[in-house]
């Protein structure tokens, strides 16, 4: 009574390469919850009706790409933006930018963008922006730390834009 059944194929070449990276997964290797058994079989029983390496090829080619597809939609559901929020509030005290969480992510910086403000309705630097000075706020209300070493601390440009942006959305 084995519960798991193990369904695989070789597939490899620059259309693959060029489709992973076209959809941004060519980083992932873990896809939880993709139910990817229907597409399988569909190829498994293709491949049993007939003997023509050419359709098989032909086939494959179209049934990968719709496994791209649907790994790709489902990467980005709503765990993926709360990945995203997650890494940034963990990461809050580190210098960070589109660019460095979608690195992080991996993700690309436009994916990243879409992802996140299809969940949360803003921009991922205005994210970061309002959680640094969330966090900044507290420090101040809650601490004797100077402005200059919260500014330091969450990574500011510099005292100044600290107080500046500060000042202007609190």
Sequence with gaps: ANPWTKKWFNISGQLCE???TAYGIENKV??????LGELFDEFFDFCTSTSDINRINE????I?????QQL????HTK????EIKNYIDSNIYEKLTAESVASHIGFSVSQLGRIFKSEYGK??????LEQKLKTAENLIKNTRIS????????KFTDEHYFCYIFKKKC
């Design 18 to 20: 060029k489709l992973l």
């Design 30 to 35: 873990y896809f939880p919850n993709s139910s």
């Design 59 to 62: 086939y494959g080619s179209v």
């Design 64 to 68: 990968f790409h719709r496994i791209v």
């Design 72 to 75: 790709s939609h489902n990467n």
């Design 79 to 82: 765990s993926s933006a709360a």
């Design 123 to 128: 921009t991922v630097y205005s994210y970061i």
């Design 147 to 154: 402005v200059k070493e919260i500014s330091d601390m969450l």
